[in-house]
C-alpha cells in the first residue's frame, strides 16, 4: 500500500518561516513527480510547487515562488517544502501528493495524497 506521510506545520507569524516534510512508502518513487498542494478554507485545492524524483527540477506557483523550496532526499524517500516570509494567506491546510507527469501534477491529477497537514500564519 502505498503510504505518503506529512509532519511539520503549525502556527508561524507574519514573515516566518516553516518546514513541512513527506515521507514516501510502500512503493518506487523514482519515476514519479512529487509535489504540494493547499487548500484554504471554502477554496479550492491548488498546486503549490513540484519536483521530479530525477534530475530535480522544480515548479512552482506564482505567488510562492521565491519565498518556498520544494526538495527532495531521494535515499530517504522524502520530499521537503521550506516556506519562508509567510503569509497570512499562506494558512491552509498542505498536502503531499504524487504524479508521473508535471502537466498531471499541476491539474490535481494525482495518483496518491497524504493525510494534510495545517499551516496558519498570523498577521
Known amino acids: 500500500q502505498v503510504q505518503l506521510l506529512e509532519s511539520g506545520g503549525g502556527l508561524a507569524q507574519a514573515g516566518g518561516s516553516l518546514s513541512l516534510s513527506c515521507a514516501a512508502s510502500?512503493?518506487?518513487?523514482?519515476?514519479?513527480?512529487m509535489g504540494w498542494f493547499r487548500q484554504a478554507p471554502g477554496q479550492e485545492r491548488e498546486f503549490v510547487a513540484a519536483i521530479r524524483w530525477s534530475g530535480g527540477n522544480t515548479y512552482y506557483k506564482v505567488p510562492v515562488k521565491g519565498r518556498f523550496t520544494i526538495s527532495r532526499d531521494n535515499a530517504k524517500n522524502t520530499v521537503y517544502l521550506q516556506m519562508n516570509s509567510l503569509k497570512p494567506e499562506d494558512t491552509a491546510v498542505y498536502y503531499c501528493?504524487?504524479?508521473?507527469?508535471?502537466?498531471?501534477?499541476?491539474?490535481?491529477?494525482?495518483?496518491?495524497w497524504g493525510q494534510g497537514t495545517q499551516v496558519s500564519v498570523s498577521s
Open positions: 510502500g512503493s518506487t518513487f523514482s519515476r514519479y513527480v
Open positions: 501528493a504524487a504524479s508521473l507527469t508535471i502537466a498531471r501534477m499541476t491539474r490535481g491529477e494525482c495518483d496518491y
